[in-house]
């Protein structure tokens, strides 16, 4: 493919010039020294295989070199003499020499008869001939990280002093979950992370002119194959920053992390000057009004406060040149911030099986314009649905004032990362209030005064009243699982946190007593969210989680003197699936499989049945009424994710399914039961955890990580 000397530029809607440049890199990289990309793979004229240096804002290209086979991986030391890229057809490793332009040398990656291929290089900071690489096995069915090597000028370097003969670092007995991204956080260390395993790790290797050595394992599921260290901080490609010397997590951007499209989005950290990160996410074309768009989300974040401060569009469609009734994608690869704000993009384009580096200035970017709220309203077999085109991750019902809050995730736009009021009688929106945080959870005090928000590792109280927000606090060292605001004191939350429990008054810390299990400690701004607690009464506490495959409530008093643990009460449930979290509500413990087991008012004493028709454990004997799906009952995918009692034999269950939900009426054993399809969710959305509103009426919130969804009013016409 003949490359033009210069590429052309483009205008959009969000943004006022652009350049895009058509080719077949496979890697692209940014030399600082010399202010220019380096792109490898089949880049030169006719297809054939090399690297070129590109200017950084024209994507002119300023000189070109012929290599042995296409390039994968492109590294570029500090000092902008060195480059080294990965050769795959030859299971080899390439160093350039980038003055005089010409190849050093080229070494095998390790044995020759292994099917190797260097998936990331990393050059050694201030050590311009001294490498290291990442080993994919290529032999098996899908790629392996297999290991990580040093090298200096060529020479595979022993991995510690006296340890001649080993090849490559092993973690495991296989050796199959070594590193697949690596990055130098400093001279002497390295950090590594793989998705290509069946157990997800962040790796930590001390470095040396003697090789490298594996220091210490953190768990790290679901940070995406994209890494960039800048500044002391680690950026991973779904949104998680940590702090690189000890890897503690300082915040998670959920709405970077698609999870629909796992391949379609990246972060990068721009240049010291700007406290920001910035996230790009392809939408799926059937996420869009006009399928001939191609269309890129671009958001930048605060890092300290964690908020969305611009989120804006790229339509690429003229630069793909799409026909009816074609429609096209595009698949972020990798994306780079430079100095000044230059944002480059280096995307897959599916439509014509090309390669794209886009390069545009992020000052040109227009913030989305403010969203207008659409109402609608329809009814299908006796149910009667009210929407609001509001994304909602999450809702509260607060019934002295018939108000619904939700969480609107920061991906909406100018009025994302916000508490959003609804009147629920006239299904009208009252207003938002913005947030300094990105928000997941949101509980309400007994008074419905007070919201309170979980952000990760932060909570944030609002007042609905003055709709301000009030104090926030913040979790020392990991994530905070869940939330119980403590009734009749409007102004004391119960936080769960790693092996904690913690009373926050008026947003200080007053009690803290351990927990009676092994709280899995995510480090703060990491994923991790397990178990829900609730106050039974305003002196006790309770909280439900999953221990193997059975359920433990976990019980506290409360007094003014403090917390107190108290003895846990076994419940024979199962885990409800997979990656789900069981759910505790109203005096009752479920979970997703519908299982329900009373919690007796003198302390959770005793685990009763709810009637008379019940399944019981065929270990202990031990009563559990199980809710059935009522349709499809062989449908897996159908989960409980709502129960509510109405009076002493009366109760209300939700079961949600891929595609609808359906409400259950149970009345002193006899069960009336409606259902919706739900035909009108975005694309890839999440619609978990409905609020009951009263006896025949349902709320809950439904989104997708792009920004698109809507709150939902059910009435079930029993």
């Not at 054939?48 to 590294?75: C, F, Y």
């Not at 050093?104 to 311009?128: T, W, Y």
């Not at 991204?181 to 157990?199: D, Q």
């Not at 975005?682 to 439904?702: E, K, N, R």
Request: proline share 5%; charged share 15%; glycine share 10%.
């Amino acid at each position: 493919m003949a490359v033009p000397a210069s590429a052309p530029s483009y205008t959009g809607s969000y943004v006022q010039q652009y350049v895009a440049l058509a080719t077949r890199a496979y890697a692209v990289t940014y030399n600082a020294s010399a202010d220019e990309l380096v792109i490898v793979g089949d880049v030169l004229p006719q297809g054939l295989p090399g690297m070129q240096g590109l200017d950084p804002t024209s994507l002119a290209v300023r000189w070109s070199l012929s290599t042995p086979s296409p390039g994968n991986a492109v590294a570029v030391s500090d000092d902008g003499r060195k480059a080294y890229i990965g050769l795959c057809e030859q299971r080899s490793i390439a160093q350039i020499d980038l003055a005089a332009r010409s190849i050093d040398s080229v070494f095998p990656l390790g044995n020759p008869s292994q099917e190797l291929c260097a998936g990331d290089i990393a050059v050694r900071p201030g050590h311009a001939t001294e490498i290291a690489a990442t080993a994919l096995l290529q032999n098996v069915l899908a790629p392996r990280s297999y290991g990580t090597v040093m090298f200096a000028n060529g020479v595979r370097l022993p991995l510690e002093v006296n340890d001649p003969n080993s090849q490559f670092v092993h973690i495991g007995n296989l050796g199959y979950t070594g590193s697949a991204v690596i990055e130098f956080l400093g001279p002497n260390a390295l950090i590594g992370y793989s998705e290509l395993t069946s157990n997800p790790q962040i790796q930590r290797y001390s470095a040396s002119s003697q090789g490298l050595t594996l220091t210490g394992l953190q768990p790290g599921a679901d940070l995406g194959m994209q890494m960039t260290v800048r500044d002391g901080r680690v950026f991973f490609g779904r949104g998680v920053v940590a702090n690189a010397a000890d890897m503690a997590g300082l915040g998670k951007f959920d709405d970077c992390a698609n999870t629909f499209l796992p391949a379609n989005y990246n972060v990068a950290t721009p240049d010291a000057t700007r406290p920001e990160m910035v996230c790009v996410t392809s939408v799926s074309d059937r996420q869009r009004e006009n399928p001939q768009d191609v269309v890129l989300e671009i958001a930048t974040w605060t890092l300290q406060g964690q908020r969305l401060t611009r989120h804006s569009r790229l339509n690429l469609r003229d630069v793909i040149q799409i026909s009816a009734p074609a429609t096209a994608e595009v698949q972020m690869l990798n994306a780079i911030v430079l100095p000044g704000g230059q944002l480059v993009l280096h995307i897959y384009d599916f439509q014509n099986d090309r390669v794209l580096v886009v390069a545009l200035p992020m000052s040109t970017l227009k913030q989305l314009e403010d969203k207008p709220v659409h109402r609608g309203q329809f009814t299908q077999d006796g149910t009667t649905i009210d929407w609001l085109d509001v994304p909602a991750s999450s809702t509260a019902f607060d019934s002295a004032r018939n108000r619904l809050y939700g969480i609107v995730p920061g991906a909406y736009g100018p009025k994302g990362s916000s508490v959003v009021t609804v009147d629920a009688a006239t299904k009208e929106v009252l207003g938002f209030i913005l947030l300094d945080i990105e928000p997941k959870v949101i509980k309400l005090s007994s008074d419905g005064q007070f919201a309170y928000v979980v952000g990760n590792d932060v909570v944030q109280q609002v007042d609905l009243v003055s709709m301000t927000r009030g104090w926030s606090w913040k979790a020392p060292d990991c994530v905070v699982s869940s939330i119980a605001p403590r009734p009749g004191f409007a102004q004391q939350v119960a936080v769960m946190s790693g092996d904690s429990v913690r009373l926050i008054d008026s947003g200080v810390e007053t009690s803290r007593v351990a927990r009676d299990w092994i709280g899995l400690c995510w480090p703060s701004g990491m994923n991790g969210y397990q178990g829900q607690a609730l106050f039974t009464s305003s002196d006790r506490l309770i909280e439900f989680h999953t221990d193997r495959m059975t359920g433990t409530v976990s019980t506290y008093a409360v007094s003014s003197a403090g917390l107190a643990a108290q003895a846990p009460i076994a419940i024979n449930f199962v885990i409800g699936g997979a990656g789900f979290t069981n759910r505790v509500g109203s005096g009752y413990v479920y979970n997703y499989a519908g299982d329900v087991a009373e919690l007796s008012t003198l302390g959770i004493s005793s685990v009763a049945s709810l009637r008379s028709s019940y399944e019981s454990d065929a270990t202990t004997g031990v009563a559990v009424d199980h809710i059935a799906a009522g349709y499809n009952e062989t449908c897996s995918c159908s989960m409980l994710t709502a129960f509510a009692p109405l009076s002493t034999n009366r109760f209300l269950a939700v079961r949600q399914y891929f595609d609808g939900v359906a409400m259950f009426d149970i009345n002193a054993g006899t069960t009336k039961a409606g259902r919706v399809l739900m035909t009108n969710l975005a694309i890839g959305s999440s619609f978990l955890d409905p609020t009951v509103l009263d006896a025949s009426t349902i709320a809950f919130g439904q989104w997708s990580p792009v920004g698109e969804g809507s709150i939902q009013f059910l009435r079930f016409g029993f």
